[in-house]
């Protein structure tokens, strides 16, 4: 199970990497990749946690996505590592937030904004 934070990274589309001596374009499905965490630091906000998914390719090696969430419950960055060969086309990467952190139900999640914020405001 991984180990997170408030978020857990998604994977949507496909990448397409080319091959830096042969030119061959080869196509990785979303599905291939596996997410955990790997790392992260204490921060001057709180907690840092990165998110790593490699996959190892027959022809290109090792492939590496990672993304950063900082502080709790941002996505801060991602990171892509091909080694030589060429990015043509990423997945499309980020962070969703989870419904449930340390046992309990994330009340955020499913939050609806009120019909009148300004109304109850006022009555405050």
Do not use: C
Not at 31 to 38: A, M
Not at 59 to 70: K, S
Not at 105 to 119: E, K, M, N, T
């Amino acid at each position: 199970m991984l180990r997170r934070g408030i978020m857990e990274p998604y994977t949507t589309g496909t990448a397409e990497i080319r091959h830096a001596t042969t030119g061959v374009v080869y196509e990785i499905e979303a599905d291939e990749l596996e997410w955990e965490q790997n790392g992260g630091d204490e921060r001057g906000m709180g907690p840092e946690y990165r998110y790593e998914a490699v996959v190892e390719h027959p022809q290109l090696g090792t492939l590496t996505w990672a993304l950063w969430e900082y502080p709790a419950g941002a996505y801060n960055r991602e990171d892509t590592d091909v080694g030589e060969h060429v990015i043509v086309t990423n997945f499309d990467l980020g962070l969703n937030h989870v419904r449930e952190y340390d046992g309990e139900d994330d009340l955020w999640v499913d939050y609806g904004v009120p019909d009148d914020p300004f109304a109850i405001y006022k009555d405050s």
